[in-house]
Nanobody
Framework: QVQLVESGGGLVQAGGSLRLSCAAS????????MGWHRQAPGMEREFVAA????????YYADFAKGRFTISRDNAKNTVYLQMNSLKPEDTAVYYC?????????????????WGQGTQVTVSS
């Protein structure tokens, strides 16, 4: 069973940046697509970004395009989400999740293992 631990969240002013990390243990994720998703208070969890097993392909939600960058280091079994130009509406709990082998997906239903999340709060 894989364990995922997110870190890097916090409080930042609008326009600022944060870099989230997701460290995995218990299983190598080098052949799995990975994703970042978020859930704001009172809202459904939504897709943010996904990356293929090799890192050669990425998908982004429209709100993330041009501001967020997903990356991975398979040697460290870690996935990252660099978030720039943050807005108050980006305030949410951010989760990383393990997708399917050799697939990349924007469908939250195709993610089987989830971390506990890290809080991101953007003040105006």
């Amino acid at each position: 069973q894989v364990q995922l631990v997110e870190s890097g969240g916090g409080l930042v002013q609008a326009g600022g940046s944060l870099r989230l990390s997701c460290a995995a243990s218990g299983r190598s994720l080098s052949s799995y697509g990975m994703g970042w998703h978020r859930q704001a208070p009172g809202m459904e969890r939504e897709f943010v970004a996904a990356i293929s097993w090799s890192g050669s392909s990425t998908y982004y939600a429209d709100f993330a395009k041009g501001r967020f960058t997903i990356s991975r280091d398979n040697a460290k079994n870690t996935v990252y989400l660099q978030m720039n130009s943050l807005k108050p509406e980006d305030t949410a709990v951010y989760y990383c999740a393990v997708g399917r082998r050799f697939r990349i997906s924007i469908d939250l239903g195709e993610y089987d293992d989830w971390g506990q999340g890290t809080q991101v709060t953007v003040s105006s």
